[in-house]
């Protein structure tokens, strides 16, 4: 069976200065290698759920475990922080926070921040450059000169540098265009693929439902499901309760069978799978 690479235990946060919970109560395992989608709409604790997981704040009651690290209300700060050599967290737009004048210098300051060895840290700058399909040519060029695609594959490059068994991404394919989208979600599968775990918050559910193999609803502070796309976009009554709008191969299929075509039960997570169904459907008409 798959080790867990995070379990939280009745986990509570509230922010300082303010009454209610951001988070109550949150229980949840995710497993080495899961590719997770985190879903809700906004305000639901989405963002402070991953930034508990990546020790950037701590909780007030209950009990984490990241990558093996045990974290709870009276884990020191130095503590806290040695999460960082475990899991990589790419903010939302993190481009905006490229400073360097180098490509290298932006990427190496990570694994510089670890105590890496100079030839460490150039190996690290290579591997995370070829990691995100980007030249290693370019590296003594400036971040700025690239385009919004390009930088946003820098800033994830630079996290990516220092190895991290669990990458956390938030909404990471915001303000992209289609093809720079699909590009980064396949880099992101491919990392998944060679054992990262990955934990992605996101809106879309056209990427939970292509990239994920479970996915975490949240409202109002609180797990409402912890299941399988396929599971959660075939429950209808519980997508209206989060307010999530299913993918639209599901929809389609949906209303078609509504109209009397005869396509398999299980919901179809992709356009491509959707017209598989089609085509299998049409045939077995032919065939009556
Ligand atoms: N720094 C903060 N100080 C006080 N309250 C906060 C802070 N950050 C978030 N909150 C509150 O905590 C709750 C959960 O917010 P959170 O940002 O985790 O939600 P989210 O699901 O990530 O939302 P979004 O999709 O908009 O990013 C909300 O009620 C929000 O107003």
Not at 6 to 16: A, C, F, G, S
Not at 93 to 102: H, K, M, S, V
């Amino acid at each position: 069976m798959a080790k867990s690479a995070v379990t939280i235990k009745n986990l509570h946060y509230t922010y300082p200065n303010t009454t209610s919970e951001a988070l109550s109560n949150v229980s949840l395992t995710i497993k080495e290698q899961e590719f997770v989608a985190i879903v809700g709409q906004t305000g639901s604790g989405k963002s402070t759920l991953v930034s508990l997981i990546d020790g950037l704040i701590k909780p007030e009651k209950g009990d984490l475990d990241v990558a093996g690290l045990k974290i709870n209300a009276t884990t020191k700060a130095e503590d806290l922080s040695k999460i960082h050599h475990r899991v990589g967290f790419v903010f939302q737009f993190p481009e905006q926070q490229l400073f360097a004048e180098t490509i290298e210098e932006d990427i190496a300051f990570g694994p510089r921040n670890l105590g890496w060895t100079p030839a460490q840290i150039k190996k690290s700058v290579d591997d995370a450059l070829k990691m995100v399909g980007l030249p290693v040519e370019l590296k003594t060029h400036s971040p700025f000169a690239l385009s919004g695609g390009q930088m946003r594959r820098v800033a994830i490059a630079g996290v990516l540098a220092m190895k991290p068994q669990i990458l956390i991404l938030d909404e990471p394919t915001a303000g992209l265009d289609t093809q720079a989208t699909n590009e980064l979600l396949e880099l992101i599968k491919q990392l998944n693929n060679k054992a990262t775990t990955v934990i992605m918050v996101t809106h879309q559910m056209e990427q939970v439902a292509r990239y994920a193999d479970h996915v975490i609803a949240m409202s109002d502070g609180k797990v409402i499901a912890d299941t399988t796309p396929r599971h959660l976009f075939s429950d209808s009554q519980q997508l209206a309760k989060l307010s999530l709008t299913l993918p639209v191969s599901v929809d389609i299929a949906q209303f078609l069978r509504k109209h009397g075509a005869k396509l398999e039960n299980t919901e179809p997570l992709t356009l491509d799978s959707l017209a598989d169904e089609i085509v299998k459907a049409m045939r077995g008409k032919e065939n009556e």
